[in-house]
């Protein structure tokens, strides 16, 4: 009898498969066999990054072209909708606005007892090539139809290889840089060798975060994790272009949690956007000139404004009418991307509505200031690297363009020769206003000509009075201990302000932090002292921590800086 | 054991790839709305919910919406008066925000479709309002819309994006009645309406364009042609259709047509009674000669006074009971044929089985604005005067037709 039964099965099943095989065009071939019972295959790390990519961004990394489509046959381009949009970094999804997208760890779908839908429906466990045909045709192992909600994707099959290779990891590993014992960061600094000048500098931020770290760690580190630091150095004598490959060559290597107080240089903007496309965290780069952009790129704080923000300060200090009628300011600056764009930008605060004047030559830029009270605004570029030797000319060009203001964003030798000149040489009893960006160091501005005094203003982003005598001292204890080099310490302190920066972040986002809620942690960051600056305030749409900076009048005669107070009442 | 579970796994996959064609079939998703799914067909139970959820497209306005005042910011950081915007237009609104990972994607993909297939309707205008107008600066906005415009980045002239003081977000979100308190919870709803006449609808805004163009289609349907006329010449046939002309007859023995003659165009104040009562009727009958006395000179002004008993009550007991509380001409005390009797105090809510059972209420309404108001007859004569006199100064616009 048994006998019988298992033929009669066999039979059974044999006249399924005809029944399959021949009403079935689109799937042809035998059924699968459960992949549960077959020993895993290796895994391929290469397949895993890419799949990655294309689940956070919805982008090709071949370049080749990845469509969704949604309900009622509408296709969109899957990098407006990526699957990290609903089912969240960790695959457990985002519920929203009424939908609750499915959670799609690899623990959950490939439950060898099948799973079960959130609305209710099981269906058998998932294999890869199952979970390739849901996102495929948007049917679960069962042959169930998902929602609607979850759209249907047409890639390559490469790519829905990696995409599937990267979700049989989903859930296991949740977070680059971070594993039970240690939360990996990275630095970014220039190479030792080609630039002697920023070796100083680039070796004692690397100190004094090393020097930071060990502090931390003896102390019990972050909710249990040690913090370790990687340094990336990148040759400041290449392109932007070289140095963004090199950094992304650094990064599959060894990839980190987040990048702090990095030291870019030029590439700066470039460097910052391979970062910020790559969803890493960048806390407190060491900048003149921070770009963060409108709105900012999401995942790149800085501490404070740099440059731009003492000149536009100063900029609209100027317009305090405490000199009636119509004046005349001129900016000097080098002639360079940021700082034209800045000059632009000063022109603007000035009189809005600035035109381009041709006939000026190559890096004047006027704007017939028309309107009473303005300021009627002129640009000086001066060529990069232009030495001191040429002071004369730039002094002869401010004394004939007879500014009211001069706001100088040049070279500091130049600067104190150029102004220098300028002030003898001018004959008028009110001497043009000077108004200096502190960041620029324009060497020692005492010793420009008696005639200035009280005439030479300097915006800086805090003052001494700013800063909390018991940070110094921590500070102090931090480098005596750790025998921290005695030189670079503006940038040390600056430096250790960004680490202390994510510091908090890390600590406010607790230990189960990820890099989204690290970024939108800092995003509602409101009044953080660090003790080293003023309070420190972020939200989506201000990415620069200090808002107000600070502004010095020269009293040449005392040798004393005054406090400008901005706000009187 | 093996052979068993292997047919569990054939049969799988004959359920999948078998018989029935992969992927959701697009005749699917356009079926009929009206008729319910059938639960034991798995596949069609996906599809219910946006249908029902646009169902209202084709039932018609479901809900009035009056946009708020307010000046918001558009894309290009320019402000904007809301309902300026969309003066003469059918709107399409939905709310987003541009960090929304989940929903907001879709529809926004939903709208670039929709801006490029409706660009030659010039009626149309799809407006996006940001839900979290202090993150979403206009270059967000910008950003976001450039993502699905087609072919992009550059948004298609009818697609507006707004963001603005949370205050005016706030009151425009709630007379869309799409207002939450966490952002995460926001609705997908689409409002769809026609600003000018009020008449608007909502549609899932994860269903496809094609819905949202078949709701803006039947909105523009609904559109009433011309607003009715103020002035009081015009009949309203439904009004007329409501309360009939059937004749009653005045203490003078003079006969008057229900709608015609005795309610439109006037403000009236009704009641019901009978001659031999001897109970409610005296009191309630003094108290309207005082609010009579009390009101001035209005030639649109009448008091009616509808017998319950028209078989007892004839000409000479109404005028009798007229003469009694010194009626005057603009006070009429009505009878007339039962049956006529009988289809007037109903229409004016006064039927009763039995005399005694009459209301001691009485009707103050306003024909041209359609404000009607019940008040207790024996209330103070001050509480009484006011309900009147608010009927009277009702300035409401006439009702539309139909």
């Known amino acids: ?569 | 054991m093996r052979g068993s579970r292997l047919r569990i796994s054939i049969l799988a996959f004959a359920t999948a790839f078998g018989c029935s064609e992969p992927g959701p079939s697009p005749t699917r998703a356009q079926s009929t709305p009206s008729t319910p799914s059938t639960p034991s067909t798995p596949e069609v139970r996906q599809f219910s919910r946006p249908e029902q959820l646009s169902e209202p497209a084709q039932a018609g306005p479901a809900s009035k919406v009056t946009l708020p005042d307010v000046v918001l910011t558009n894309q290009a950081g320019q402000p904007v008066n809301l309902p300026s915007l969309v003066e003469g237009k059918i709107a399409v609104i939905q709310t987003i925000f541009t960090s929304c990972g989940t929903i907001c994607p879709p529809m926004g993909v939903n709208f670039g479709k929709l801006a490029a297939r409706v660009e030659d309707q010039s009626d149309v205008v799809l407006i996006s309002i940001s839900i979290d107008p202090i993150t979403d600066i206009p270059e967000r906005l910008t950003a976001w819309a450039g993502k699905f415009s087609e072919p992009g980045p550059s948004i298609p002239e009818n697609w507006i994006l707004l963001t603005g003081a949370s205050e005016d977000i706030r009151k425009t979100l709630t007379a869309l009645r799409v207002f939450t308190a966490e952002k995460s919870d926001h609705s997908s709803m689409v409002a769809v309406g026609h600003h000018d006449s009020g008449t608007w609808t909502r549609v899932d805004g994860l269903s496809d364009p094609e819905t949202l163009v078949r709701a803006v289609a039947d909105i523009r349907a609904a559109i009433p042609s011309e607003p009715a006329a103020k002035s009081e010449p015009a009949p309203n046939e439904a009004a007329l259709h409501y309360f009939t002309d059937v004749e009653l007859v005045d203490q003078h023995g003079e006969s008057h047509r229900l709608y015609s003659d005795l309610l439109r165009g006037k403000v009236v104040v009704v009641n019901s009674f009978f001659t031999s009562c001897q109970g409610i009727c005296p009191p309630m009958t003094q108290r309207i000669a005082s609010l009579e006395a009390s009101l001035g000179e209005r030639d649109d002004l009448l008091f009616l006074s509808l017998t319950v008993d028209p078989i007892t009550d004839q000409t000479e007991q109404l005028a009798a009971y007229a003469a009694k509380y010194a009626a005057d001409e603009r006070w009429l005390f009505l009878g007339g044929e039962p049956e006529n009797v009988e289809i007037a105090l109903h229409k004016l809510g006064f039927a009763v089985e039995a005399r005694e059972a009459h209301s001691n209420l009485v009707v103050i309404g306003k024909e041209a604005t359609g404000l009607w108001k019940k008040a207790f007859s024996m209330a103070e004569p001050e509480q009484l005067l006011e309900v009147v006199h608010s009927v009277l100064d009702d300035q409401a616009r006439p009702l539309p037709a139909g």
Request: contains cysteine; hydrophobic residues 40%; glycine residues 10%.
């Open chain 1, 1 to 569: 009898m048994p006998t019988i039964e298992f033929i009669a099965s066999v039979g059974w099943l044999v006249m399924g498969i005809t029944v399959v095989a021949s009403a079935c065009t689109t799937e042809p071939g035998p059924p699968e066999v459960q992949s549960a019972e077959l020993a895993a295959p290796p895994r391929d790390a290469a397949a895993i990054q890419r799949g990655r990519q294309i689940y956070m961004t919805g982008k090709s990394p071949s370049g080749g072209k990845i469509e969704a489509v949604l309900a009622g046959e509408v296709v969109a381009n899957a990098a407006t909708l990526p699957c990290v949009g609903c089912h969240g970094e960790d695959g457990r999804g985002r519920p929203e606005g009424g939908m609750a997208p499915s959670t799609i760890t690899w623990e959950q779908l490939g439950k060898p007892y099948g799973g079960r839908g959130r609305d209710g429906r099981e269906h058998a466990p998932y294999t890869p090539d199952r979970l390739g045909k849901a996102i495929a045709m948007g049917i679960d192992p069962s042959g169930n139809q998902l929602l609607a909600t979850m759209p249907r994707h047409r890639m390559s099959l490469a790519d829905m290889d990696s995409l599937v290779a990267y979700l049989e990891t989903l859930g296991e590993h949740d977070v680059i840089g971070i594993d039970e014992q240690v939360i990996t960061l990275a630095t970014i600094l220039p190479t030792l060798a080609p630039l002697p000048e920023s070796a100083e500098t680039s070796s004692a931020a690397e100190a004094v975060l090393l020097a930071y770290f060990a502090e931390i760690n003896a102390r019990g580190g972050v909710f249990g994790r040690r913090l370790e630091l990687e340094v990336i150095r990148l040759p400041r004598d290449l392109g932007p272009t070289r140095q963004v490959e090199l950094l992304a060559a650094a990064w599959v290597e060894r990839p980190s949690f987040a990048v702090l107080a990095p030291q870019l240089g030029a590439a700066e903007p470039e460097l910052l956007r391979w970062l910020a496309d790559a969803g890493v965290p960048v806390i407190g780069p060491v900048s003149s000139y921070p770009s963060p952009g409108t709105p900012p790129m999401a995942s790149v704080f800085w501490v404070d404004g740099g440059i731009p923000a003492q000149a536009r300060t100063l900029a609209e200090f100027a317009l305090k009418p405490d000199a009636p009628g119509r004046r005349r300011g001129v900016v000097v600056f080098p002639d360079r991307p940021p700082e034209r764009a800045l000059a632009e930008a000063v022109l603007a605060i000035w009189k809005p509505g600035l035109i381009e004047s041709p006939g000026r030559g190559p890096g004047l830029i006027e704007s017939p200031g028309r309107a009473p009270g303005l300021i009627e605004g002129l640009a000086v570029a001066v060529a990069i690297g232009e030495d001191p030797s040429s002071a004369d000319s730039l002094a002869a060009e401010l004394l004939e363009s007879k500014p009211d203001i001069v706001l100088y964003l040049g070279p500091a030798e130049l600067g104190l020769a150029a102004l220098t000149g300028f002030a003898n040489a001018d004959s008028r009893a009110e001497p043009a206003q000077i108004l200096l960006p502190g960041s620029l160091a324009i060497g020692d501005p005492f010793s420009l000509p008696d005639r200035l005094d009280g005439r030479i203003f300097a915006a800086y982003p805090w003052l001494p009075d700013d800063l909390d005598p018991a940070a110094l001292r921590d500070y102090q204890t931090l480098a005596d201990r750790h025998d921290l080099p005695a030189t670079g310490r503006p940038t040390q302190l600056a430096t250790l302000t960004s680490a202390k920066l994510l510091l908090e972040g890390l600590m406010r986002a607790g230990r189960s932090v990820t890099r989204p809620t690290l970024v939108s942690t800092l995003d509602s960051l409101r009044e953080f002292e660090t003790g080293l600056t003023p309070a420190l305030s972020f939200s989506p749409n201000q990415h620069i921590g200090l808002h107000a900076p600070r502004i010095v009048r020269f009293d040449l005669a005392a040798t004393r800086l005054d406090v400008v107070d901005l706000d009187p009442e």
